[in-house]
């Protein structure tokens, strides 16, 4: 069985400052994972994959995701927040197959601080 | 935009009635997925469809059902509406490989 933790449902910073958002995962087979952004009234929009290769892997909008096996983590950062990114963003993992369904971490609420 | 379409946008609607909501997937894509989002329960997976085929099924009740059709667009029949059923009803699609899911805008439900 697979799952997703995220650690914190909202996180406040100020602009021009780190953004850390903690995933934390389990899954008995190697995993797919995601991050998904939602911003107000809208769809999720996928962020950035990782699925096998690269560990630290690049997004859109300046953020990246570091895959670390033995902490089981897939953490997202962004060097320097801007009021823009202020969204929810979701943890997802999977699995390589036609049937098998993404498992989505509750979110964590981005606030940014002017 | 993602490719992944739904209508209607907003459906107000009474306790009791059923409603039916529509996806079209990206061309090409032959897995939909349904999901809810609602404030209290937050993202929850109800039920997948691969070419016309049930594959799986997360948090979906008795009293809603989904087909996909031959032209693979899906729907997704919510009958018995009670309050607690309003919420954001997305759709999503995927192709074979990655299951990289692509997002609709949604369907907006209330139930009065």
């Known amino acids: 069985a697979q799952s997703v933790t995220q650690l914190g449902s909202h996180v406040s910073v100020s602009e021009g400052a780190l953004v850390l958002l903690r995933c934390n995962y389990s899954?008995?087979?190697?995993?797919?994972l995601f991050w998904y952004v939602q911003y107000p009234n809208q769809g999720l929009q996928l962020l950035l994959k990782?699925?096998?290769?690269?560990?630290l892997v690049k997004g859109i909008n300046g953020f990246e995701a570091e895959f670390k096996k033995s902490e089981t983590s897939f953490h997202l950062t962004k060097p320097s927040a801007h009021m823009s990114d202020a969204a929810e963003y979701f943890c997802a993992v999977t699995r390589y197959s036609s049937a098998s369904k993404i498992i989505f971490g509750s979110g964590t609420r981005l606030s940014i601080r002017p | 935009d993602s490719g992944v379409t739904q209508t209607p946008k907003h459906l107000i609607t009474a306790t009791g009635q059923r409603v039916t909501l529509r996806c079209s997937p990206r061309?090409?894509?032959?897995?939909v997925y349904w999901y809810q989002q609602s404030l209290d329960q937050g993202l929850q997976f109800l039920i997948q469809y691969y070419n016309g085929e049930e594959r799986a099924k997360g948090n979906i009740l008795e009293r809603f059902s989904a087909q996909q059709f031959p032209d693979l667009h899906s729907e997704l029949n919510l009958s018995s509406l009670e309050l607690g059923d309003s919420a954001l009803y997305f759709c999503?699609?995927?192709?074979?490989?990655?299951?990289?899911?692509?997002f609709g805008p949604g369907t907006r439900l209330t139930v009065l």
């Open positions: 999503a699609s995927s192709g074979q490989g990655f299951n990289e899911q692509f």
């Open positions: 990782y699925t096998t290769g690269a560990t």
């Open positions: 899954s008995s087979v190697p995993p797919y």
């Open positions: 061309s090409g894509d032959l897995s």
